[in-house]
């Protein structure tokens, strides 16, 4: 039986393997797929006496452990339209997104990592004007009072929203795009039958990024459709986390290039593979060079399989192992059966011929039904119904896709996306700052790092990158945002519409953010 929904999914496994593994994490819990089931219906019930139900909306920000994947998987069956939120964000963002979303209820893990979390949802849903309650989600996770609670029947409509992703964008405001479960299954039905994740004798997966991404929802996707056990990492520390890759036998590592290079920088630290049952890097979310491609395949001996996929549109292109290592190297995959993708002149609609660089456009199943403040909608979408993603690709015509730049004006630093606009707009409000770019540079670790570049209001009076980074976490800016170089300018470099020439800025500070690809 083909499953439709996201619990269709839940509930066809726990009947196909009830007794394989389906969840364990660092501490040793193990959990099969019957228990899963089991647990997240016991999880739907505790939520049901609190309110939730059918499109009830539901914001979430939790850590990557057991106790959030029930509640996943129980917002899912009780058909709930959810919004999964970072951890790192903070008052700013967290303003932003719930007053998009408009949640009932916001679910957070009290206190984590030195952060109160319950704290921090009270005072941005006080700020926001909104009326949602907050509950918190321990590591023991949610338990009924009434243990006998009957549960309505399960949603059976795929194509209703049920997903609400938060992206910056390149507006500067954080927003939220909305995906029903038709396109979650979709996008991750096409990195199974690609990539062959999850479909050898053995394979182990993990999620050792922040599940609240879109991409722990797709990984969870895989976990169900094959029926593969996936560990859970609560915190990303590089040797402590490898060796617990190692300790459970991972064969399958999905995240982004910084993820990546983790593995790379400890097998270069210690001259052994830190993972001696990896077979597969697969993920996307940041540029893989092809230098980087090659000395993966090279000391670490294992497949890679770069994908281009993006919030508004779960999976553009996955790729194919057996494609060979030059088109690996040098493209994202190819487009998948369930997306259309075009290539038009940038500021035009002039669709381009296969390698041309133009903008990627694209529509199909996994693409967003829209944001959750249809104010957003005119802009991101073309007339005739294509998203505009504001990527530069070239596509073949084999359909294989070379990412090249971005019109967008975002950097993406390990995987997250920042807006450049943001950081610009609270340097500007800085009374000794007359000009402002923020550009991301090519960075090893990060992919890429934020700098900014600024005019002084007075060329004597020249700010020091500490006080600026103190001022803008004071003005809610999260650590993840802020500038990790600063670089100061007499005159900055202008384009002939007369706005600030940033690919200068990169050329003389760096590189080219993203290498430019055959």
Same mark, same amino acid.
């Given at each position: 039986?083909?499953?439709?929904?996201?619990?269709?999914l839940?509930d066809?496994?726990?009947?196909t393997?009830?007794d394989?593994?389906?969840?364990?994490?660092?501490?040793g819990v193990?959990?099969?797929?019957?228990?899963?089931?089991?647990?997240?219906?016991?999880?739907a019930?505790r939520?049901?006496?609190?309110?939730v139900?059918?499109?009830t909306?539901?914001?979430?920000? =939790?850590?990557?452990r057991? &106790?959030? +994947?029930?509640?996943?998987? %129980?917002?899912? #069956?009780? $058909?709930?339209?959810?919004?999964p939120?970072?951890?790192m964000?903070?008052?700013?963002?967290?303003?932003?997104?719930?007053?998009?979303?408009r949640p009932?209820?916001?679910?957070?893990?009290?206190?984590?990592r030195g952060?109160?979390y319950?704290?921090?949802?009270?005072?941005?849903?006080?700020r926001?004007?909104l009326?949602?309650?907050?509950?918190?989600v321990?590591p023991?996770?949610?338990?009924?009072?009434d243990?006998?609670?009957?549960?309505?029947?399960?949603?059976?409509?795929?194509?209703?929203?049920?997903?609400?992703y938060?992206?910056s964008g390149?507006?500067g405001?954080?927003?939220a795009?909305?995906?029903?479960?038709?396109?979650? =299954?979709?996008a991750?039905? &096409?990195? +199974?039958?690609?990539?062959? %994740?999850?479909? #050898?004798? $053995?394979?182990?997966?993990?999620?050792?990024?922040p599940?609240?991404h879109?991409?722990?929802?797709q990984?969870?996707?895989?976990?169900?459709?094959?029926?593969?056990?996936?560990?859970?990492?609560?915190a990303?520390?590089?040797?402590?986390t490898?060796?617990t890759?190692?300790?459970?036998?991972v064969?399958i590592?999905?995240?982004?290039?910084?993820?990546?290079?983790?593995?790379?920088a400890?097998?270069?630290?210690?001259?052994?593979s830190?993972i001696?049952?990896?077979?597969?890097l697969?993920?996307g979310?940041?540029?893989?060079?092809?230098?980087?491609?090659?000395?993966?395949r090279?000391e670490?001996?294992?497949?890679?399989?770069?994908?281009?996929?993006?919030t508004?549109?779960?999976?553009?292109?996955?790729?194919?192992?057996a494609?060979?290592?030059e088109?690996?190297?040098?493209?994202?995959?190819?487009?998948i059966d369930d997306?259309?993708?075009?290539?038009?002149?940038?500021?035009?609609?002039?669709?381009?011929?296969?390698g041309e660089e133009?903008?990627m456009?694209?529509r199909?199943?996994?693409?967003?039904?829209g944001?959750?403040?249809p104010?957003?909608?005119?802009?991101?979408?073309t007339?005739?119904?294509?998203?505009?993603?504001?990527?530069l690709?070239?596509m073949?015509?084999s359909?294989?896709?070379a990412?090249?730049?971005?019109?967008?004006?975002?950097?993406?630093?390990?995987?997250?996306n920042?807006s450049?606009?943001e950081?610009?707009?609270?340097?500007?409000?800085?009374?000794?700052?007359?000009?402002?770019?923020v550009?991301g540079?090519?960075?090893?670790?990060r992919?890429?790092?934020?700098?900014?570049?600024?005019?002084?209001t007075?060329?004597?009076?020249?700010?020091?990158?500490g006080?600026?980074?103190?001022?803008?976490?004071?003005a809610?800016l999260?650590?993840?945002k802020l500038p990790?170089?600063?670089?100061?300018?007499?005159?900055?470099?202008?384009t002939?519409?007369?706005?600030?020439?940033?690919?200068?800025?990169?050329?003389?500070?760096g590189?080219?953010?993203?290498?430019?690809?055959?």
């Open positions: 039986m083909f499953a439709e929904t996201f619990w269709d839940v066809q496994r726990a009947e393997t009830p394989a593994v389906a969840l364990l994490d660092e501490d193990r959990l099969t797929f019957a228990e899963l089931r089991e647990q997240a219906s016991s999880t019930a939520l049901a006496e609190l309110g139900g059918p499109g909306a539901v914001a979430w920000q =939790l850590p990557t057991i &106790s959030t +994947v029930l509640t996943l998987c %129980a917002l899912a #069956r009780l $058909g709930a339209l959810q919004m939120l970072l951890t964000y903070r008052e700013r963002e967290l303003g932003a997104l719930l007053a998009a979303g009932e209820l916001v679910l957070v893990p009290g206190q984590w952060t109160d319950t704290a921090l949802a009270h005072e941005t849903v006080a926001a004007g009326r949602a309650a907050v509950v918190t321990g023991e996770g949610l338990a009924p009072r243990p006998a609670m009957i549960l309505p029947e399960p949603p059976t409509e795929a194509r209703e929203p049920r997903w609400a938060a992206t390149s507006s405001v954080p927003k795009a909305l995906h029903n479960d038709r396109g979650v =299954l979709a991750a039905r &096409s990195v +199974v039958s690609r990539t062959g %994740a999850g479909t #050898r004798t $053995g394979d182990v997966g993990c999620i050792a990024f599940i609240g879109l991409g722990g929802t990984y969870l996707t895989i976990t169900l459709l094959t029926g593969t056990p996936t560990l859970l990492v609560e990303f520390d590089p040797a402590r490898l060796a890759f190692a300790r459970h036998g064969t590592i999905g995240g982004s290039t910084a993820l990546y290079q983790a593995v790379l400890e097998r270069r630290r210690t001259g052994r830190p001696p049952t990896l077979r597969l697969t993920g979310g940041a540029p893989l060079s092809a230098a980087l491609y090659h000395e993966l090279a670490l001996g294992v497949e890679v399989a770069h994908c281009y996929g993006m508004e549109a779960l999976m553009v292109a996955v790729a194919d192992p494609d060979g290592d088109l690996l190297a040098t493209t994202d995959g190819r487009l997306v259309r993708g075009r290539v038009v002149a940038p500021g035009g609609d002039a669709v381009l011929g296969p133009g903008e456009q694209v199909g199943t996994v693409v967003t039904t944001y959750t403040d104010a957003h909608n005119t802009t991101a979408f007339p005739d119904g294509w998203l505009r993603t504001g990527d690709v070239r073949s015509a359909g294989h896709v990412v090249t730049g971005r019109i967008k004006d975002v950097i993406i630093r390990k995987g997250e920042i450049a606009l950081v610009e707009e609270l340097l500007l409000a800085e009374p000794e700052i007359a000009e402002a770019a550009i540079l090519p960075d090893a670790e992919g890429e790092l934020v700098c900014a570049v600024v005019r002084p007075h060329p004597a009076a020249r700010p020091a990158l006080e600026l980074t103190t001022r803008l976490r004071a809610g999260i650590t993840r990790e170089r600063l670089e100061i300018v007499d005159a900055m470099p202008m002939g519409l007369g706005k600030i020439a940033k690919n200068e800025l990169r050329a003389r500070f590189a080219p953010a993203g290498e430019k690809r055959p």
